[in-house]
C-alpha cells in the first residue's frame, strides 16, 4: 500500500511550517535558481521531472517544491515530499541515485556558499544532559504500537545481519571483515538474533559476565546475554522502551539477572567485563563523543571489551556536515549525527585507552533491512492511522525509510560492529 497523497489538502495543525508555502524574501529571489538547480541535477542524474505518472518525480505543485527547495535546501526537499508537492512512484531508486552522487550535484563555487546558506542545529538539540532525554523521546516514545506495526518479533531497530557465516568466523585482530551480499530469503528474525549473537560473541559474553548495554532497545539483547548467563544492567532514555522491555525480561523470567534503568550514560557507575552498545552513538552528538567513549573506557574491566554497532559515514562529509541541521534531525532523530571510523579512532586514541581492535561493515545488510520495514510499514498504514497517526506521517515515516534506505544502498552509509580493547603496552 502506498502512504496517502495530500495533493489535494494540506497538513493538519500538527505539523506546524507545513501548512502554509514559503514565501519570505529568501525563497522569492532563490526559486528560480533552486528550480535551475533541480532541473540541472535531474539531467546528471537521468531522473525525469513532469507533472505525469511516467516521470520519475512528479511535481504536482511545482511553484511550492522550487519555493521549499529554496527556502530551506534539503530539508525543504523532504517537506515538500511531505506535503505532496512531488511524489515518487520509485522513490527509493530516486533518493539512491541522489546519495549516489550527493556530494557533485551541486557547483563546486556554490558548495563554498554552504556556511552562509544551510541552517544551523538548534541549540536546544545539543545532547546535554537536561536535553538528551527530550531528543530520545520524540522519537522512541511515539508508541510502542507504532514500532510492533513494522519491527520483527525480536523488536531490534537496528541493522539486521542477513550472513550466517559471519558468526562462525571470528575476524583476526585488527581485521576489517566486509559483509558479502545479503543472503536471500533469510526471514528478518533470524537475521536479527545472528546480529545480536555475533555482537554478544565478539563481547565474550558468557557465564558471570558483568554486561553493561548502553541503549536497551526493546531488551532483546539483553535477554539473551542473560541465557548465556551473565548479568545484565542496561539503560536508556526512553521511557516507552523501559517499560516493555522491563516486562518482555519478566515475562522470560530473567528479572532477577536484568536490570533495567532510566538512566543518562553518563550517570552509570560501576564495572563490567563488557560493554555493548547498539545504534545509539549516533544519538550522541560529536561534541560528546569523547564523553560517551570515555565513560565506557572508565566503566570497563581490565580484560574487558566493548562492541559498539554503529552507522557511519565518510570522514570529509562527516567535517562539512557536522553544524548543518538535516530533515532526519527536525523530524525523525533531533540531536543526531554519524561519526565517521576515523572520527572513533581519533576520539577513542585521544581520550580512552580503548582502541579499535576488529570492524565489521554491513551496509547492504542495512539497506535490506530498511527495504523489509519500509514494506511492512506500508502494509500497515491502516493501523498506524487506528494509532492516531495521519497521513503526513505515513508519508514522513515512509520518506525517512527510503531516504535511510538509499544512503546504505549507495554506499554513501555503512554500518560497523566496532569491537574495542584496551591498548596492550
Given at each position: 500500500m502506498t502512504p496517502p497523497t495530500t495533493t489535494s489538502t494540506r497538513p493538519s495543525t500538527r505539523w506546524p511550517g507545513l501548512a502554509d508555502v514559503p514565501g519570505g524574501p529568501r525563497a522569492r529571489l532563490l526559486a528560480p535558481g533552486a528550480r535551475l538547480l533541480l532541473h540541472r541535477a535531474a539531467r546528471t542524474l537521468g531522473i525525469g521531472l513532469g507533472a505525469g505518472p511516467?516521470?520519475?518525480?512528479?511535481?504536482?505543485?511545482?511553484?511550492?517544491?522550487?519555493?521549499?527547495?529554496?527556502?530551506?535546501?534539503?530539508?525543504?526537499?523532504?517537506?515538500a515530499y511531505l506535503t505532496g508537492a512531488w511524489d515518487a512512484e520509485d522513490l527509493a531508486g530516486v533518493l539512491t541515485a541522489l546519495c549516489r552522487r550527493i556530494d557533485t550535484l551541486v557547483p563546486a563555487w556554490l558548495q563554498r556558499l554552504r556556511s552562509a546558506y544551510v541552517a544551523r542545529p538548534p541549540r536546544a538539540q545539543r545532547n546535554t544532559e537536561s536535553n538528551t532525554r527530550g531528543n530520545i523521546a520524540h522519537h522512541y516514545d511515539l508508541s510502542n504500537d507504532l514500532f510492533r506495526t513494522f519491527l520483527d518479533p525480536t523488536l531490534s531497530y537496528s541493522a539486521?545481519?542477513?550472513?550466517?557465516?559471519?558468526?562462525?568466523?571470528?575476524?583476526?585482530v585488527g581485521e576489517l571483515v566486509v559483509a558479502g551480499p545479503p543472503r536471500p530469503g533469510m526471514p528478518l528474525q533470524e537475521a536479527q538474533v545472528q546480529k545480536i549473537e555475533r555482537i554478544l560473541d565478539e563481547a565474550h559474553v558468557g557465564p558471570g559476565t558483568r554486561l553493561l548495554e548502553i541503549g536497551t532497545g526493546w531488551g532483546e539483547l539483553a535477554i539473551r546475554a542473560t541465557e548465556r548467563g551473565a548479568i545484565v544492567r542496561s539503560v536508556t532514555l526512553s521511557s516507552e522502551q523501559l517499560e516493555l522491555a522491563r516486562a518482555r525480561v519478566a515475562a522470560a523470567g530473567l528479572s532477577d539477572r536484568v536490570s533495567i534503568e532510566l538512566l543518562d550514560y553518563r550517570a552509570v557507575d560501576g564495572e563490567f567485563d563488557a560493554v555493548v552498545s547498539v545504534e545509539m552513538v549516533e544519538a550522541v552528538g560529536h561534541e560528546y563523543w569523547p564523553t560517551y567513549f570515555a565513560k565506557v573506557d572508565a566503566l570497563l574491566a581490565p580484560g574487558g571489551t566493548a562492541v559498539v554497532q554503529a552507522i557511519t559515514m565518510p570522514h570529509q562529509r562527516m567535517l562539512a556536515t557536522r553544524n548543518t541541521w538535516t530533515w532526519i534531525n527536525?523530524?525523525?532523530?533531533?540531536?543526531?549525527?554519524?561519526?565517521?571510523?576515523q572520527a572513533i579512532e581519533q576520539v577513542t586514541a585521544e581520550h580512552t585507552s580503548l582502541r579499535v581492535a576488529r570492524r565489521l561493515s554491513f551496509g547492504s545488510h542495512y539497506a535490506e533491512t530498511l527495504r523489509r520495514w519500509d514494506a511492512t510499514f506500508r502494509s500497515a498504514a491502516e493501523e498506524v492511522l487506528a494509532l492516531g497517526f495521519d497521513a503526513t506521517f505515513l508519508r514522513m515515516w515512509h520518506f525517512y525509510l527510503e531516504y535511510s534506505r538509499a544512503g546504505f544502498a549507495a554506499g554513501y552509509l555503512d554500518v560497523q560492529q566496532i569491537t574495542l580493547t584496551r591498548e596492550t603496552p
Open positions: 511516467e516521470a520519475d518525480i512528479v511535481l504536482h505543485r511545482p511553484d511550492e517544491f522550487h519555493a521549499r527547495l529554496a527556502a530551506d535546501g534539503l530539508i525543504g526537499f523532504g517537506e539486521a545481519l542477513f550472513d550466517a557465516e559471519l558468526t562462525e568466523t571470528p575476524a583476526a527536525k523530524y525523525i532523530f533531533p540531536g543526531g549525527f554519524l561519526p565517521s571510523v
